[in-house]
């Protein structure tokens, strides 16, 4: 059964930044794609980005280009989501999700990814 553990989420001034962790296990596919998803109040949860641990190859929502930054180490079996610039809109409970295999299409489809970890919040204060 895979497990993944978020880290690293809180509070945060706006224009500040963030590093999300999401720690993988119990898995034993050669490649896998792990992803970012969020959940603002009230609201449906939406893909942030993604990456495919074969070539690093990543996805980002247009919401998100330029401020973050996903990243991948293999050998600890986790990815990292870099959060600069933050804003008001990007305060939400953030879900890391893992599918076996390379990315799917769409990447950030909540329907093809079959683990999900249990959230961590991100709040950004005006």
């Known amino acids: 059964e895979v497990q993944l553990v978020e880290s690293g989420g809180g509070l945060v001034q706006a224009g500040g930044s963030l590093r999300l962790s999401c720690a993988a296990s119990g898995f034993t596919y050669s490649v896998y794609t792990i992803a970012w998803f969020r959940q603002p109040p009230g609201k449906e949860r939406e893909g942030v980005s993604c990456i495919s641990s074969n070539d690093g190859h990543a996805h980002y929502a247009d919401s998100v280009k330029g401020r973050f930054t996903i990243s991948s180490d293999n050998a600890k079996n986790t990815v990292y989501l870099q959060m600069d610039n933050l804003n008001a809109e990007d305060a939400a409970i953030y879900y890391c999700?893992?599918?076996?295999?390379?990315?799917?299409?769409?990447?950030?489809?909540?329907?093809?990814?079959?683990?999900w970890g249990q959230g961590i919040e991100v709040a950004v204060s005006s």
């Open positions: 999700a893992f599918t076996g295999g390379f990315s799917p299409y769409p990447a950030l489809s909540t329907m093809f990814y079959d683990y």
